[in-house]
């Protein structure tokens, strides 16, 4: 964007067209739609004809993933400002769709730019499917409207044109037992959730400490029946789990008892835990290891530098870095930085590093930590990593010029608004 500025698209025009056909978001879901933020590139620019003819030839071929998504929220862009070959391109790819394929791709774009007309003969043909196969699985009337139009306005108009239409009739009894199902769903679930206090009741009569002893031998045994009674037991509960701990030898009835503390409830940092962390089985290890996460403790800060500063330490392993939550002490900084210095990564295996990274600064909220979130500026993919190193920087008082300079011209609305709010 800043070179866009200074110099035009010269040198960087193949550049930004790839990342206009190819989705540079790790996760749009969570980081939100580029597109806007793209189209701004080009729109305007001397550029521009290339652009639209080649997102528009893309656009035929686009699928129901992140890039076809990408592309499509582009078109719409164009077409919203009265680009007809793009809205040409997004009307012939939603019309020439079988609408009897379940998920009807670009309607959320074709209602942005064609409104209630749209909306309604896409109605009609879902709901001419349904005549056919009552069975059938449409796309829900929320999904073709995507919060462009008023979901209750929309639904008096097919309301209305019903009385006449027995296509759109149809559709709008399949979208009407629809959302009763989600009524009842949401009904259901308030109603579990007031259970909740009786359902706790009745686990801890069916499970008191004694069966849980005694079900820790126990191959059947699941996890998730220590874990919930990690959950909800007492403290002398806990405490007899613990005691109950210091004698046994069966690996298997030792990882399901750590299981009960994987939850925070390790009511101290018990030497037999620590004794566990070290144990040959694998899964013993990583359940004491669990357990044992809740505290701050010279152990447990060594045990972080070790297994950070292993060389064999890489994006596969880079939840290590949650050992220094609540072990950070100033100087483990330098260790840290290289080895995330020593990392060669990109895409994916970069977000896993950085993503623990940014998450041990704002945990440990230590200045320290400067030097790795600026790693994490420069090094990762994901905008919300970003957003959050840079927040951190601000809060140190510790961010540079030029970064802040950059961060009023990112791709990311929320670390945009953030410098405006800052400076």
Not at 115 to 125: D, I, K, N, Q, S
Not at 315 to 322: H, Q, Y
Not at 368 to 382: E, F, M
Request: a negative charge; aromatic letters at 8%.
């Amino acid at each position: 964007m800043m070179h866009l500025r200074a110099h035009g698209m010269d040198d960087v025009e193949d550049l930004v067209l790839a990342a206009c056909l190819e989705e540079q978001c790790i996760e749009s879901q969570c980081e939100g739609s580029r597109a806007p933020w793209m189209y701004s590139l080009f729109k305007g620019t001397p550029a521009y004809p290339r652009f639209v003819d080649a997102i528009v030839a893309a656009v035929p071929h686009s699928l129901r993933d992140t890039d076809g998504d990408h592309l499509r929220q582009l078109a719409g862009l164009m077409a919203g400002d009265g680009d007809l070959q793009a809205a040409a391109a997004l009307r012939s790819f939603v019309w020439t769709q079988d609408f009897s394929g379940g998920a009807l791709i670009g309607a959320g774009e074709l209602t942005k730019i064609d409104g209630m007309p749209a909306v309604v003969e896409m109605a009609r043909r879902l709901g001419t499917v349904l005549q056919q196969d009552a069975e059938a699985s449409v796309d829900s009337l929320g999904s073709l409207i995507e919060d462009v139009l008023s979901f209750d306005a929309v639904v008096a108009e097919l309301k209305r044109l019903a009385a006449s239409d027995e296509a759109v009739a149809a559709y709008s009894a399949n979208q009407a037992n629809l959302y009763a199902f989600y009524a009842r769903y949401d009904h259901a679930y308030a109603a579990r959730v007031a259970g909740e206090p009786k359902r706790v009741q009745r686990f801890m009569r069916k499970n008191p400490v004694e069966v849980i002893l005694a079900a820790a031998s126990c191959t059947s045994s699941g996890r998730y029946q220590f874990q919930k009674f990690g959950r909800l037991a007492s403290k002398e509960d806990l405490d007899r789990v613990l005691e109950h701990l210091q004698l046994e030898s069966d690996p298997q009835a030792c990882e399901n008892l750590l299981h009960v503390f994987s939850s925070g409830t390790l009511i101290r940092l018990d030497d037999r835990v620590w004794e566990l962390a070290n144990h040959s089985s694998p899964g013993v290890r990583q359940a004491a290891e669990t357990a044992m996460s809740c505290f701050s403790d010279p152990r447990l800060r060594e045990l972080a530098r070790q297994r950070v500063g292993d060389p064999a330490f890489s994006f596969k392993s880079a939840w290590e870095l949650e050992r220094f939550h609540l072990n950070f002490e100033p100087g483990d900084e330098t260790l840290i930085l290289a080895a995330l210095e020593r990392q060669s990564v990109d895409g994916e295996d970069a977000y896993k590093l950085c993503y623990y990274a940014v998450q041990l600064c704002t945990e440990a909220r230590s200045p320290a930590l400067a030097g790795v979130a600026l790693w994490v500026y420069r090094t990762s993919p994901c905008t919300i990593c970003r957003r959050h190193a840079v927040e951190m920087l601000l809060e140190w008082d510790c961010l540079p010029a030029h970064i802040a300079t950059e961060c009023r011209y990112d791709a990311s609305d929320e670390l945009r608004a953030l410098m405006h709010k800052a400076f």
